[in-house]
């Protein structure tokens, strides 16, 4: 079993940074891959970030790309996404969650078998 816990949204401005962070506990993720995905009021769920935990592989929504890091602390068992130059449209309550295929990069939610309850992030104008 895995167990997910994020944190470190909140309410910022445009143009502002923020990371958020994963806790996992539980069954062990060195065979996992990592996501981050957000969902805004009305909209689907989407992608914005994957990481294996095993190689490090990352893969970003176009969206994002060139904005937001991915990154992992082994030691911690915690995944971050750095976000920088916020939008209001990146306003979103953010997820994490775990895979457990690594060596195929999935976008689709339905690929990921455990989540987080999310934290939400929203950026004013």
């Known amino acids: 079993q895995v167990q997910l816990v994020e944190s470190g949204g909140g309410l910022v401005t445009a143009d502002d940074s923020v990371t958020l962070s994963c806790a996992a506990s539980?069954?062990?993720?060195?065979?996992?891959?990592m996501g981050w995905f957000r969902q805004a009021p009305g909209k689907e769920r989407e992608f914005v970030a994957r990481?294996?935990?095993?190689?490090?592989?990352?893969y970003y929504a176009d969206s994002v790309k060139g904005r937001f890091t991915i990154f992992k602390d082994n030691a911690k068992n915690t995944v971050y996404l750095q976000m920088n130059r916020l939008k209001p449209d990146d306003t979103a309550v953010y997820y994490c969650?775990?895979?457990?295929?690594?060596?195929?990069?999935?976008?689709?939610?339905?690929?990921?078998?455990?989540w987080g309850q999310g934290t939400q992030v929203t950026v004013s104008s």
């Open positions: 969650a775990a895979s457990s295929v690594a060596n195929t990069i999935f976008i689709s939610p339905a690929r990921y078998e455990y």
């Open positions: 539980g069954e062990s993720l060195r065979t996992y891959a």
């Open positions: 990481i294996s935990w095993n190689r490090g592989t990352t």
